[in-house]
């Protein structure tokens, strides 16, 4: 019972202690709001509710959020309200604001001014000292230092700056600008504006935009300009929070970290007030970091290369697996292109075309020769005189000959033997375009593992990044020594020549595809993803694949129809078969063919055009030769023995059909070890992708668990980097074992001589049909 009394009594004081607790309103005043300002307000509300804690309780009305809209006159009126309503702690953020309140020589209640002011401008301030109820806080950032960078990294002759036509009212802006032009060698023009579009109708002729106000355009507002900026080729920076750069500017030189550092020191301020400390005095200004942020896929879109020297100390936004190309393919469309446009494939078409050739000469043995011929000739007076008009002095005739083959069986012999010839080359042309077709889609799913490596490594540095400042906080903090931070840095130069090195085997990845696809080598081309169930593959049993393999009791069924598939399929055993056919030909000519006789029936035809000289006369008595005659003759030829040369090309021929026959043995040998390779790499890859998605959850929980108990001392640094390494390796094999087990699915459709990407629908269904009815042939 004396125990239930202490507790009651505690609980009482509890209470009471806590209802004693004063409440401070907080008024905000502001120039501009906006969705995007109203949330970084209420994440400033949480950070001073946090650090308050229980020592009060912290009211944030949202009527006492006042916006002036750039005017003077509004903003003096807001701080009257908030001066002559219950409001405790008056908060006030812009320029026009600082201007206003800053006039006051005393302060009623306690006033705080916080915003970011120019390095370059903070000479023209005023300051105020040992004011009470007073307190500035304010961080610098230099114009001069974005546009450095921005120089360097976009190379512009002409530079926009867009501010705040208020801004340019109230302080000599224009004037600064062109100092720094001048000191950096830039050209500027300033872009005075009140709206979007005063911006974008000034966006002629210039080579650069740098947005040194703009803190109050919305989300959309900057997307639409980048947009715009895009378009023209623009490359653009911007003095604000890198949500800019995440809504498509190209880069920003703001630490992000420095606004949570300045709402945390609102915070300790405010702390202050409420445990009785008084305000006085100018505050603190909070020298802001520069941390270069560059929007990856901006950069790609103006084609501004970025400079390997500065990914070490750049943070990137975007995606680097999304591109903008010429082309875009998919993995049919790259299928298709290479059959048509591979310069293999064109030169097999050739041979092709070059085996039609040669049917057409062995069948041009049956064509009738028919050659014509004219003679003039002059022969010796005394010898023409005495040849009784057999042999005039001078004559002029032509002839015409035909010959024309009836029968013969080397020529039958000849146009069967290219004919299949002709057969075997155009399945030469099939194999290889299977190895083409092959060949374009491991370097399809290359890439995609390359885009895939990219992207990893470019977060894996980011990850680095973070820890280093985890490390370089914990240093700084007392927490852990100096070495930690020298070994994150030393991480970081591999990270980041990794990602150099992921960035040039991609670009080796397009090269080799452009190479299959006879496209000039430096053409910017992009390939879409590969995923089970989605795009190209939505229509295709890929995962049915799977099952069947996954199932023990439809394996082996299933292999030996793939391995009968692949052996009535294959090109190459179809190749064989007609060159075997091609030599049966030439042992049936050199064997019992050669005693078939060869018939050709032969002609002519002479005449004679003119006789003249001496010896044109015929004796008395002799009758003359006619102008024109002709003469016929059938020729039947049988060889009876030519050097035992028949007997030695038969046995050459029957030599050879062995080597084929064998060659044929070993390569359905090959087949059907190929449909079982690939089928157990399948099955490797079947299981690969759940295991690999569920190692990459768990490396990520470890890590994230990691990185807090490195943070708060309780783990080192190895078991810290272990964690990231096990989480890099992680990401890696899930990312790519969809890739991986697609292309091991295209092996064994190569083994199986066809590739179901490329059938219609009919053929797909009667490949399914033919497994059916082999299962209910086979069945024990």
Known sequence: MRNYFVILFAFFVTINAYSQSKTYKIGYLLEKSSVEIEALLDD????????????????????????????????????????????????????????????????????????????????????????????????????????????????????????EQSFVDDLRIEDTFIKIGEELGIEIKLLPFTSLNDIILQLDGLGGLYLAGGFYLSDEEIANLAKELIERKIPSFSANPEKDVKNGILASNYDQSGLNQFFRKIALTIESIVTGDELSGVGTKIDSKLSLTINYNTAQKIDLPIKYSLIATTTFIGDPKLKVAEKNYNLVGVLQEAIAKNLDLQTLSRDITLTEKDVQIAKSDYLPNVSAGATGSYVDPELATVSNGQNPEITTSSNVTLQQTVFSESANANISIQKSLREAQKENYNSEALNVILNVATAYFTTLILKSNLAIQSKNLELTKYNLRIATENYEAGQSGKSDVLRFRSEMAQNTQQLIEAINQLEQGYYTLNQLLNNPIDTDIDVDEAELKKGIFSNYNYEQLGQFLDDPTLRKPFVDFLVQEAIYNAPELKALQYNIEATERSERLYGAGRFLPTVALQGQYYYEFSRSGAGVDFPTGFPSIPEGYYNLGLNVSIPIFNQNKQNLNQQIASIQKEQLEISKENIELNIEKNINDSVIELVNQISNIELSKLFEDTAKEALDLTQTSYANGAVNIVQLLDAQNNYLQ????????????????????????????????SEREAFAQRFLEFLNNNED
């Not at 405790?88 to 306690?110: C, E, M, Q």
């Not at 300051?127 to 806080?137: A, R, W």
Request: aromatic content about 10%; hydrophobic content about 40%.
């Open 730 to 761: 992680a990401q890696l094999a899930s990312a790519n074992a969809t890739y991986n087990y697609l292309q091991s699915a295209m092996q064994l459709e190569r083994s199986l001589g066809l590739f179901f990407l490329l059938q219609d629908q």
């Open 44 to 163: 400033l509300s949480s950070e001073i509710s946090a650090v308050v804690g229980e020592d009060a309780i912290m009211e944030f009305p949202t009527e006492y959020r006042l916006v002036n809209n750039f005017s003077t006159d509004q903003a003096i009126i807001n701080y009257n309200q908030l001066i002559n309503n219950d409001a405790d702690i008056i908060v006030a953020f812009g320029k026009i604001n600082n201007l206003i309140i800053t006039r006051n020589s005393s302060f009623p209640k306690p006033t705080i001014v916080f915003g970011t002011l120019s390095e370059e401008l903070i000479a023209n301030e005023e300051t105020l000292n040992e004011i009470p109820n007073f307190n500035s806080i304010t961080t610098t950032h230099s114009f001069k230092k974005d546009l450095s960078v921005f120089k360097e990294l976009a190379k512009p002759e002409k530079i926009g700056i867009a501010v």
